[in-house]
């Protein structure tokens, strides 16, 4: 069936924004952000770091030293662009994989690793730091940063509130439904999804019909963009536009990043070769956002090996101190959980919790 005329003129809105090439050459001066040298050696910091710390907690995860693991290897330009853009003071709702932006939002690290291993503690978000914890349920974040979002307007904050999921996520009831409640009522909110290609297994391809997921603001009323992904340029440029259209009255946004990850869905049995292929992955590998902004900074003198081998070391140091600090944690006991549920125990409750005390305290 062919398409008609409004949805093939919808569809050629959305071009992917890009920046730096594969080459790491500048190919739209015009949108290039107005960051300072340290600032843009401190994203390239930031992706070598991240790209060293989700080294480590995979091979922490096949030790058996974190639980729950969703690799970021490929992502990094799409997380941390995006994150860089925003204010301290702004929300974050992250998915389950969006680790390193709520590090960076400020969560300690050592505290994420609690997270992955089921602990309260990873859920406890320190005083001051707006994140939410990390959310498993897929595309359920989307409605919550809706009503958080419509909150932050109510009480003209001056803040947004943001959120990330995968292709996956854009295929849920959930996102629909945020964006839509999102858009009616003209909330300070950006919804990102990283579409990383495969909702588990699943292509996108065939999760969808849309030629693009940027298109789908058009059903909700909202602004949307589709982004290249691996441009960690063009990330940060498109999610400071979206945040200033928010604080400015002008709505939600979704902003749609073209990326890839290069390790499995998680580390729980996920098997990626059974569903993608060599010559994929080396297509993607050719795009890849630490090669291509290093590029970019050495042919500006921003960037050395020296420079990149410290923040190797360092990541490496960092991720020692925070598993033994998570390792130092106290032992988590069936009496915390049911504490934490309730303010004031239901008589159901009282009767457990008085069980377990006495067989923790034997």
């Known amino acids: 069936m062919e398409k008609t005329k409004e949805l093939q003129q919808i569809e050629s809105q959305f071009e992917t924004f890009q920046i730096l090439n594969e080459n790491g050459e500048v190919v739209n001066e015009d949108a290039m952000p ?8 401190e994203l390239m910091t930031r992706m070598v770091y991240t790209r060293i710390w989700d ?42 994989r969006d680790i390193p932006q709520i590090v960076y939002h400020g969560v300690p690290m050592d505290q994420a690793f609690l997270w992955s291993r089921g602990h309260y503690g990873g859920g406890q978000m320190p005083e001051g730091v707006n994140v939410m914890m990390p959310q498993i349920i897929i ?31 854009a295929s849920q009831g959930d996102f629909y439904e945020g964006m839509n409640f999102a858009g009616a009522f003209n909330v300070p909110a950006v919804f990102v999804v990283q579409n990383n290609r ?14 693009t997921i940027a298109q789908k603001a058009v059903a909700a009323g909202i602004h949307g963009v589709q982004v290249d992904g691996m441009d960690i340029l063009a990330v940060y440029a498109m999610t400071k536009e979206a945040r200033q259209r928010g604080l400015d009255g002008n709505g939600p946004t979704l ?4 990326t890839y990850r290069y390790g499995p869905h998680t580390m729980a049995g996920d098997d990626p070769t059974r569903y993608r292929t060599s010559d994929e992955d080396d297509e993607w590998e050719k ?3 630490l090669v291509r902004f290093r590029k970019f900074l050495e042919s500006k003198d921003l960037w050395s090996e020296d420079e990149e081998n410290k923040i190797v070391d360092q990541a490496k140091e960092d991720i020692k101190e925070a598993i033994k600090k998570a390792d130092s944690a106290p032992k988590q006991k069936v009496t915390d959980l049911i504490g934490f549920m309730n303010e004031e125990l239901p ?11 006495e067989k923790e305290s034997k």
């Open 255 to 258: 902003i749609e990043t073209l």
């Open 34 to 41: 107005d960051l300072s040298d340290e600032e843009l050696k």
């Open 55 to 96: 080294q480590r907690a995979i091979s922490l995860n096949r030790q058996g030293r974190l639980g729950f693991y969703a690799p970021v290897a490929g992502q990094e330009a799409s997380m941390i662009g995006s994150q860089f853009a925003l204010d301290k003071k702004d929300w974050i709702l992250p998915g389950y």
């Open 287 to 289: 795009k890849d956002p």
């Open 198 to 211: 495969f909702a588990i297994s699943v292509p996108v391809e065939k999760q969808s019909a849309a030629k």
């Open 139 to 169: 595309g359920a974040q989307i409605t919550q940063t809706a009503g958080v979002a419509m909150g932050l307007k109510r009480n003209d904050t001056g803040t947004i509130a943001i959120t990330y999921t995968g292709d996956g996520g």
């Open 347 to 357: 008589q159901n409750l009282k009767e457990q919790m008085e069980q377990y005390k």
